[in-house]
Antibody, heavy 122, light 108 residues
Framework: EVQLVESGGGLVQPGRSLRLSCAAS????????MHWVRQTPGKGLEWVSS????????GYVDSVKGRFTISRDNAKNSLYLQMNSLRPEDMAIYHC???????????????WGEGTTVTVSS | SYVLTQPPSVSVAPGKTASITCGGN??????VHWYQQKPGQAPVLVIS???DRPSGIPERFSGSNSGSTATLTISRVEAGDEADYFC???????????FGGGTKLTVL
C-alpha cells in the first residue's frame, strides 16, 4: 500500500523553527518528485514547496522563500521541510504529497498524507 | 502570480447535476486537475489533465476546460459527493503550483 506519514508538527513560538518529516512506503521513492502542501480553514490548499526526484530542481511559494528548506533522503525514503522564522500565517496542516512524475513538470499529485499540524503562537 | 477563482459554495439536489467552475486567465491553455476532499480526510484526485478520470472515480465525474473557465461536472449527484473541491494548475512562468480557493458542494 502506498503511504505517506508526516511527523514533526507541533506548537512553536513565532520566530522559532520546526522540522517536518515524511516517511514514504509502498512505492519507489526516488522515482518521483515530492511536494509539501498546507491547508488552513480560511485559505484552503496552498502549495508550499516541491523537490524533484534527485533534488536538482526545487521550488517554493513566494511567502516561504528564504525561510523554508525542502530536502529528501532517497536512501531513507524520506522527505523533509525545515521551517525557520515561523510566522502566525504559517499555521496550518502540512501534507506530504507525491507527484506522478520524477521532475517538476506540472503533473498532478496522486498520493497525499493525512498531514501534520503546525501551530505558531506565543 | 496566477490566480484561480472558484465559487465558495454550490448546492444541488440529489440526482441533479452539479457544475463547479474554476476561472483563470487563459486557463484553457494549461492543464487543470481537480481534487475532492471530505471532512477529516486528505484530498483525492478526481479529474486530471482537464478531463481524465482516474481509475476508481465514477463516470459521473467529468471535466472540461476552455477559454477562461475550467469546469468539474458531477452528474446524478449523490449524498456521498458532498465535499470540498479544489482545482489546480501548474504556472510554468513562475514554476509554482496554484490551487483554487475551493468550492463546498452541498447536497440538499
Amino acid at each position: 500500500e502506498v503511504q505517506l506519514v508526516e511527523s514533526g508538527g507541533g506548537l512553536v513560538q513565532p520566530g522559532r523553527s520546526l522540522r517536518l518529516s515524511c516517511a514514504a512506503s509502498g512505492f519507489t521513492f526516488d522515482d518521483y518528485a515530492m511536494h509539501w502542501v498546507r491547508q488552513t480553514p480560511g485559505k484552503g490548499l496552498e502549495w508550499v514547496s516541491s523537490i524533484s526526484w534527485n533534488s536538482d530542481h526545487i521550488g517554493y511559494v513566494d511567502s516561504v522563500k528564504g525561510r523554508f528548506t525542502i530536502s529528501r533522503d532517497n536512501a531513507k525514503n524520506s522527505l523533509y521541510l525545515q521551517m525557520n522564522s515561523l510566522r502566525p500565517e504559517d499555521m496550518a496542516i502540512y501534507h506530504c504529497v507525491k507527484d506522478i512524475g520524477a521532475a517538476m513538470t506540472g503533473g498532478y499529485m496522486d498520493v497525499w498524507g493525512e498531514g501534520t499540524t503546525v501551530t505558531v503562537s506565543s | 502570480s496566477y490566480v484561480l477563482t472558484q465559487p465558495p459554495s454550490v448546492s444541488v439536489a440529489p440526482g441533479k447535476t452539479a457544475s463547479i467552475t474554476c476561472g483563470g486567465n487563459n486557463i484553457g491553455s494549461v492543464s487543470v486537475h481537480w481534487y475532492q476532499q471530505k471532512p477529516g480526510q486528505a484530498p483525492v484526485l478526481v479529474i486530471s489533465y482537464d478531463s481524465d478520470r482516474p481509475s476508481g472515480i465514477p463516470e459521473r465525474f467529468s471535466g472540461s476546460n476552455s477559454g477562461s473557465t475550467a469546469t468539474l461536472t458531477i452528474s446524478r449527484v449523490e449524498a456521498g459527493d458532498e465535499a470540498d473541491y479544489f482545482c489546480q494548475v501548474w504556472d510554468s512562468r513562475s514554476d509554482q503550483w496554484v490551487f483554487g480557493g475551493g468550492t463546498k458542494l452541498t447536497v440538499l
